[in-house]
């Protein structure tokens, strides 16, 4: 059956160019495979999108300009927040109609397939599979937040209302989820064009939700965990994918990310409706200019950037990367010779922290010294980009002393109304990668872990491979540095911090505890401190307690539904 590309919500089949679906009387939709393709292209979108997630709420960002993640952040919510129960709008788009409105085309495909007898049986085995891997993929992006779902999965008639309860236990809740999953996998394609569904992305998501189900169900983690194995290893026998040699551009060019063989499952918005302030772009790129900085801020800018920065790098992630010494082994930054030699006859702060370091680092963060854009960029005193190197504000400016060049095309300047293409990557080899590397240190197998961990290590951050001879202890600590690194603003810091916690009993998940400093160089360059934020810093307070391995089911949804429990804390 011939598929469309999935440019965010426009882009569609030509039967969709003749007009609006809703202009189709409901027989000519399900008597056509074109139409009936079509009724779920936007759910696609909205299932995609939900699981997209931002850093915000991790030891990642430094925040500004975004209360509700401050008060996530500082545990200032209570029963009446709503973190996404039934949002609108899938994370990108505000045209698509919420949960269970998508839920709700996903259950009437289902019925609708059932009940043909005109299709041929591949193409409805084909939507019956996209179907529901994309209910799976919307109730999975519910369970990480509320763990027991409230699960529809029927067309409910006109004279029913929606007051379900939720699953008996959370081991229910992904247990659906996983059998929609299974059932899926088969009857997706092994290849399809960009953007739609495959085997490939069955297997990935498959093996995710077990994992992270794993943490929180009440029994059966080693069968979880063993699903978790063989869904991984379904998707490597397929042969389909291999990773990107070319990190950078995997995230910051969109031609190249389109033939990439690492991606499994990515949105992509194409400039037909998307601006740079539709985009993340807009909230990673600082406003400076050279009208905008001060006299004696340098050197002058050849960019003017407009964008609305909202988020920067901690320095506790830029610590993260490893540097490669002169001996040839890796090395946190603070250990290597080159600092050590700086320690003892001074230089420059570039060479002694910066020098070296993982690869990921220069293709995920903006330092000072570094170019951006077409620009120098200076994060030291009076430098062109440092918080005090504004007329009259900060704000704008870096508060962490870095940037984020992850996720931020630069080929060519961008403003907020100029249009522009942009990917969110979902699902990709090297966190599929790392995904059975997790399930090998719960399986208490730390060669095949550390085999795992290397293959994103060495060809992405070109690491020195680790011995296969760590302790569990040096392996699991190695693994969650690696997933830290390579995941940067992919959606995963915070469902990993959480599964860990959870799944090792822990009371306190300390990396959303941290308080975060700024790095303060000198104007010559030449000598740093890390130094309290300059700003936003009651902004960017931490506190964790037991109760926020999951959110609460607001209290609006359980007046209108009283068969709604509520979860362990709130």
């Not at 529901?132 to 919307?138: F, N, T």
């Not at 059998?179 to 992305?201: F, R, S």
């Not at 998307?274 to 800018?301: G, I, R």
């Amino acid at each position: 059956m011939a598929v469309a590309l999935v440019m965010g919500s426009t882009a569609c089949s030509d039967v969709l160019d003749k007009g609006p679906l809703d202009a189709y009387t409901e027989n000519e939709v399900w008597e056509s495979v074109e139409l009936a393709q079509s009724f779920l292209y936007p759910s696609l979108n909205y299932a995609t999108g939900t699981l997209i997630w931002e850093d915000k709420w991790t030891d990642n960002d430094v925040i500004q300009d975004d209360g509700t993640a401050s008060n996530v952040n500082k545990e200032q919510i209570d029963r009446y927040f709503d973190v996404g129960w039934n949002p609108r709008g899938g994370g990108s788009d505000d045209k698509v109609g919420d949960v269970y409105e998508n839920i709700r085309k996903c259950n009437l495909t289902l019925e609708k397939m059932a009940e043909n007898t005109t299709f041929q049986e591949e193409d409805k085995a084909y939507l019956i599979a996209q179907a529901k891997m994309q209910r799976a993929m919307i109730y999975f992006s519910r369970a990480r937040l509320f763990g027991k779902l409230m699960i529809v999965d029927r067309v409910l008639a006109p004279e029913e209302n929606m007051e379900l309860p939720r699953t008996n236990t959370v081991k229910d809740t992904y247990d659906f989820i996983l059998k929609d999953l299974q059932e899926a996998a088969p009857d997706l394609p092994v290849t399809a064009e960009t953007g739609m569904l495959t085997q490939g992305a069955a297997y990935a998501l498959m093996a995710e939700v077990a994992l992270h189900g794993a943490a929180y169900i009440e029994n059966g983690q080693d069968e979880y965990y063993a699903i978790a194995k063989e869904a991984s290893e379904n998707l490597f026998a397929l042969g389909q994918y291999e990773l990107d040699t070319n990190y950078e551009s995997l995230f910051n060019d969109f031609d190249h990310s389109q033939g990439s063989k690492e991606i499994i499952l990515a949105q992509w918005r194409h400039e037909n409706n998307t601006n740079f302030d539709a985009t993340w772009m807009q909230y990673l790129v600082p406003n400076q200019s050279n009208d905008k900085k001060t006299d004696f801020a340098t050197p002058d800018l050849n960019d003017a950037f407009e964008g609305w920065i909202a988020m920067f790098p901690s320095s506790d992630l830029v610590s993260e990367y490893e540097v490669i010494d002169e001996d040839g082994t890796a090395k946190d930054w603070d250990e290597t010779s080159y600092y050590k030699n700086y320690q003892q006859h001074g230089g420059y702060v570039s060479q002694a922290i910066y020098k070296n370091r993982d690869a990921r680092f220069y293709a995920t963060i903006v330092q000072d010294s570094s170019m951006y854009f077409n620009s120098l960029i200076t994060m030291r005193d009076k430098g062109n980009l440092h918080w005090g190197s504004k007329v009259g504000s900060i704000w704008g400016t870096s508060i962490t002393g870095y940037i984020y060049r992850k996720g931020v095309y630069t080929a060519k300047p961008l403003l907020n109304t100029n249009p522009t293409n942009y990917h969110y990557i979902v699902l990709r080899l090297g966190r599929s990668y790392l995904n059975y590397a997790e399930v090998m240190l719960r399986q208490n197998n730390i060669p095949v872990a550390i085999e795992y961990i290397n293959k994103t290590r060495t060809v992405h951050g070109g690491l020195p491979a680790l011995p296969t001879t760590l302790t569990s202890d040096e392996a699991w600590k190695a693994y969650k540095r690696e997933r830290r690194v390579e995941l940067v603003h992919e959606g995963d810091r915070y469902w990993s911090l959480l599964r860990w916690g959870k799944a090792d009993g822990k009371p306190i998940v300390e990396e959303l505890t941290k308080t975060h400093q700024a790095i303060s160089i000198s104007e010559d360059g030449k000598s740093f401190e890390f130094i309290e934020l300059p700003d936003q810093r009651s902004f960017n307070e931490r506190v964790f307690t037991t109760k926020r391995y999951l959110f609460p089911v607001p209290e609006s949804e359980r007046v209108n539904n009283p068969s709604l429990d509520q979860n362990e804390g709130w």
